[in-house]
T-cell receptor, first 115, second 116 residues
C-alpha cells in the first residue's frame, strides 16, 4: 500500500522568505503527483500536477519537482506572502491496477507566513 | 472558472439517520469521486464513478454507502444509517480523464457531516 509522508508537519517563516516543503512516497509506481492547498475548514485547491514522466512543474511563485525513483517531491515557494498561509497537501496517484483511480494523500504541512 | 459545488456545507444528524450529500461536478468532466477527511487525519479515498457505475471503491465504502448520478449534473453520496465515526468532511471531486490517463482532480469545498 502506498504511504505518503510530509515533512515538516508545520512551518513558520517570515514574509519574503523562500521555502521548501517535502513529500515522500513509498511506492514509485505512480501516474502523477498533485500538490494541493487547503485553507482551514475549506476544500482542496489544486496547485500543480506533475506527471510521472516529468521532473518539475512551475506556476507563478510555485515550483514542484518530482524524483520518482527515490519517491520524493518538493514544493518550492518563492518570496512567501501572508496569503500563502495554509496547509499544503501532496497526493500521489498509483499506477498499479487496483488503485489507478484514487489519490493517496499525505498529512500535510501547515505553513504560516508571518508579516 | 468552472468549479465543483457541494451541498449542504454542514449537516448535523442523529446516529442511525440517512444522509444524502450532493455534488455538481464540473460540467464536461467524466470521472467523479468522493473522499473524506476525519478531523486531524489524512484525506481518504472512498469511491470513484465513471460511465454510470462505480469503477473503484475503498474498504471504507461498505454497504452503508452508495453513490448515484440521478441526472446529467448531480452526483450524490448516501449514507444509509449514520454512525458516530462517519463524522467527517466529505469532498466531491471530478476529473476530465481517469484511470489510464493523468487527469487532474478538482475538489469541491466539502460537506461537513456531524453525527450525534
Amino acid at each position: 500500500k502506498q504511504e505518503v509522508t510530509q515533512i515538516p508537519a508545520a512551518l513558520s517563516v517570515p514574509e519574503g522568505e523562500n521555502l521548501v516543503l517535502n513529500c515522500s512516497f513509498t511506492d514509485s509506481a505512480i501516474y502523477n503527483l498533485q500538490w494541493f492547498r487547503q485553507d482551514p475548514g475549506k476544500g482542496l485547491t489544486s496547485l500543480l500536477l506533475i506527471q510521472s514522466s516529468q521532473r518539475e512543474q512551475t506556476s507563478g511563485r510555485l515550483n514542484a519537482s518530482l524524483d520518482k525513483s527515490s519517491g520524493r517531491s518538493t514544493l518550492y515557494i518563492a518570496a512567501s506572502q501572508p496569503g500563502d498561509s495554509a496547509t499544503y497537501l501532496c497526493a500521489v496517484r498509483p499506477s498499479w491496477s487496483s488503485g489507478a483511480n484514487n489519490l493517496f494523500f499525505g498529512t500535510g504541512t501547515r505553513l504560516t507566513v508571518i508579516p | 472558472e468552472p468549479e465543483v459545488t457541494q451541498t449542504p456545507s454542514h449537516q448535523v444528524t442523529q446516529m442511525g439517520q440517512e444522509v444524502i450529500l450532493r455534488c455538481v461536478p464540473i460540467s464536461n468532466h467524466l470521472y467523479f469521486y468522493w473522499y473524506r477527511q476525519i478531523l486531524g487525519q489524512k484525506v481518504e479515498f472512498l469511491v470513484s464513478f465513471y460511465n454510470n457505475e462505480i469503477s473503484e471503491k475503498s474498504e471504507i465504502f461498505d454497504d452503508q454507502f452508495s453513490v448515484e448520478r440521478p441526472d446529467g449534473s448531480n452526483f450524490t453520496l448516501k449514507i444509509r444509517s449514520t454512525k458516530l465515526e462517519d463524522s467527517a468532511m466529505y469532498f466531491c471531486a471530478s476529473s476530465l480523464t481517469g484511470r489510464t490517463n493523468t487527469g487532474e482532480l478538482f475538489f469541491g469545498e466539502g460537506s461537513r457531516l456531524t453525527v450525534l
